[in-house]
């Protein structure tokens, strides 16, 4: 693969200031984006966005998604991380990812303060935290402060407890939303694929990307000050300082032309030219299909299902969800059964990728609107937030091909009606409880880049999981819900007393996958004396 001598040098110096070395994400790069020589913080911001979100999303198809009880790989005896068979090489790429671009943030908004352009210090900043909440949200406790320094020397930085990194990165989305210049366009728009230079989106996306932080840690909202509660409540009363996303319009979407190698979303027809490669070893889980079909006549009652998945002809089109952690045994007998991805929505050349959509912020609304610390109505913002994302997704209803009963494809179409009909059923309608907010923004946040997905099951304890026979009987996480992911094996050996000591911090003595991380509903509820009544602790176990 081809690089300039520049972005090497950025990528491999990233390592180093985490307290690793080597080993790094291979990043597709267009040589004619950055040009030796001439590095300005424009140049850094079309990778960073476009080659940033490929990696993203390739890890949330290949990692997320499955410990996550979205996909299944159930036939594969070598795609082994729904059974919770994560390994040292696993934790190294997502570690390395999240460094990697984190570092070329930093690096470009340092060139933006040489040069004094304001609105590249604030974009640099939002996509910092950005990429390191990803970490620190995988792992537990990061360098934060002394991190990325590796070129200075700093080969063994703090490691900060997630408290710590929480409020650095509360700092640093404050400070980018008041550097931000409205009244200016963004030098080199060009090179902006998300917003195409209007800074006021930009703003938008700093401010939501905040209240994603500040939700994360609510759990542990006294613990702050202001309190986690209060801060929220200034956002969101306060929209003229805080814009945040406010329709579909303004969605965080990375935009592809599709038109060659180095511009062109990651699951394209190209790299997945068939249904099965694609799909072939990500069967739809289970527990998407209960959440989004009615058992008793197998319909869907969510529009967007059609739009996510495709039933498959060996069961007659009709749905059939994935065992997470089965045994391969059982996944060898209903692999041909089993629900697929829907190829023709989800792999397009020029498919934009998700960083963050305006229903997530509404069912951030939602649930500060049922703890009570922001005015307005939890139902209301739970309904609009479920309205659109299914209006997002209606989008991409003219690229699916849905089979009906006999086999015969049609694209899909998401009217207002069938809104008002899916927010009426009785699986949807709110019913005044945190469990249905939470189980519905956790499937709103179906192929939005990171482990979202992940991160909002062990915050809430939603949805509820089902341990299964082989992710019991494997014991790669001694029968629980994996919790966190372990620290790289280089990070431990470069840096050994500063993560022994964050995982001491976290509650814990060894680097393994069932220590919660400390916002996680589970080490809330611990350190709280109080039970956590979720599967994370009745253990509710399958037998296939």
Not at 320 to 328: E, L, P, R
């Amino acid at each position: 693969m081809k690089y300039t001598k520049y972005l090497a040098i950025v990528l491999a110096s990233a390592l180093s200031a985490a307290g690793c070395t080597g080993d790094f994400e291979d990043i597709n790069s267009d040589p004619n984006n950055i040009i030796v020589g001439d590095i300005e913080p424009a140049n850094m911001l079309e990778p960073l966005l476009m080659n940033g979100a490929n990696a993203l999303i390739y890890n949330t198809y290949y990692y997320c998604n499955e410990i996550s009880q979205v996909t299944v790989a159930s036939a594969s005896n070598v795609r082994d991380e729904h059974r919770y068979n994560i390994t040292n090489s696993n934790y190294s790429t997502i570690w390395n990812l999240g460094f990697n671009w984190a570092k070329n943030a930093k690096h470009m908004h340092d060139l933006a303060v040489n040069n004094g352009d304001v609105n590249y210090q604030a974009i640099g900043l939002t996509l910092k935290v950005y990429y390191l909440q990803l970490v620190t949200d995988v792992f537990g406790g990061i360098p934060y402060q002394e991190a990325l320094q590796g070129d200075s020397g700093l080969l063994k930085p703090r490691v900060e407890t997630q408290k710590e990194v929480y409020e650095g990165m509360i700092a640093d989305l404050e400070r980018a939303n008041s550097l931000y210049n409205t009244s200016v366009v963004l030098p080199k728009k060009e090179k902006d694929a998300m917003f195409q230079g209007d800074i006021l989106k930009w703003k938008k996306f700093t401010n939501s990307l905040l209240l994603r932080v500040l939700m994360r840690v609510s759990g542990r909202s006294d613990e702050f000050s202001p309190t986690i509660a209060q801060r929220i409540r200034t956002v969101v009363s306060d929209p003229a300082a805080y814009p945040v996303l406010s329709s579909n319009d303004d969605n965080a979407l990375v935009k592809y032309a599709g038109t060659d190698t180095y511009n062109r979303n990651e699951f394209n027809t190209n790299s997945y030219g068939t249904e099965n490669g694609f799909s072939g070893d990500h069967h739809v889980a289970e527990q998407i299909i209960k959440m989004m079909v009615d058992e008793g006549t197998n319909t869907e009652f969510d529009p967007r299902l059609r739009i996510w998945a495709k039933p498959r002809a060996a069961n007659g089109y009709a749905w059939k969800g994935a065992v997470s952690g089965c045994s391969i045994d059982y996944g060898n007998s209903n692999k041909q059964y089993e629900t697929f991805m829907h190829y023709e929505t989800l792999v397009r050349d020029n498919n934009p990728n998700c960083l963050m959509d305006y229903a997530e912020i509404l069912f951030i609304k939602a649930e500060a609107a049922f703890h009570g610390w922001i005015d307005g109505s939890a139902k209301e913002y739970y309904e609009q937030a479920l309205t659109a994302s299914c209006q997002k997704w209606a989008a991409y209803g003219q690229y699916a091909a849905f089979p009906d009963k006999d086999g015969n494809t049609a694209p899909v179409i998401i009217t207002s009606a069938d809104i008002q009909e899916f927010l009426a059923n009785e699986n949807v309608a709110y019913d005044g409880t945190l469990q249905r907010i939470a189980e519905q923004k956790w499937l709103s946040l179906f192929w939005v880049c990171g482990f979202e997905m992940y991160n909002e099951m062990r915050r809430t304890g939603y949805p509820e999981v089902v341990i299964g026979k082989a992710a019991r009987e494997y014991g790669y996480t001694k029968g629980l819900f994996i919790a966190r992911w372990g620290y790289p094996t280089i990070a431990m050996a470069n840096n050994n007393a500063n993560y022994m000591a964050a995982l001491a911090a976290m509650g814990g003595t060894e680097n393994n996958k069932v220590l919660p991380v400390w916002w996680s509903g589970q080490a809330v509820a611990r350190d709280a004396g109080t039970p956590w009544e979720h599967s994370f602790r009745k253990l509710i176990y399958g037998d296939k």
